[in-house]
């Protein structure tokens, strides 16, 4: 691999989540989901609990394929990395997209998403 190679990989790996920015196990979604505060969207609800600023994702096969599931995770993830500065601090959320998230392309999922961080901002 070339320089120029490695280099790209160095910066998108600067880029990522953090592990511990992520809700990793089943029993804290379940935790953020039954006790925390809900807002929903025509794409997205979102579940938040105090916590420690961690962000988790469902989507389920309702919204599609293995394909559009991905991509609808992925828009999500982008949309939260960019926006970490929107949401609440020391607050866990759990992001769940409806089954009409996979046509409402990034810029729509990353519309909503801030828009409901802000609602959830406000109480």
């Known amino acids: 691999m070339t320089d120029a190679g490695s280099a790209g990989s160095a910066e998108r790996r600067r880029e990522r989540l953090p592990r511990a920015t992520l ?15 809900r807002v929903g969207g025509t794409h997205l609800m979102v579940f938040a609990l105090a916590g420690t600023g961690r962000m988790g994702i469902t989507v389920s096969r309702k919204v599609g ?7 609808v995770k992925r828009w999500i993830r982008e949309c939260y990395r960019r926006r970490r500065t929107e949401f609440p601090v020391q607050v866990d959320f759990v992001v769940v997209a409806r089954s009409e998230a996979g046509q409402a392309g990034h810029a729509g999922i990353c ?13």
């Open 23 to 37: 809700v990793r196990r089943r029993t804290e979604y379940l935790a953020i989901q039954n006790r925390g505060r």
């Open 65 to 71: 394929g293995a394909v559009v599931r991905n991509r």
């Open 111 to 123: 519309r909503e998403l801030s828009a409901l961080a802000r609602r959830l901002g406000t109480r």
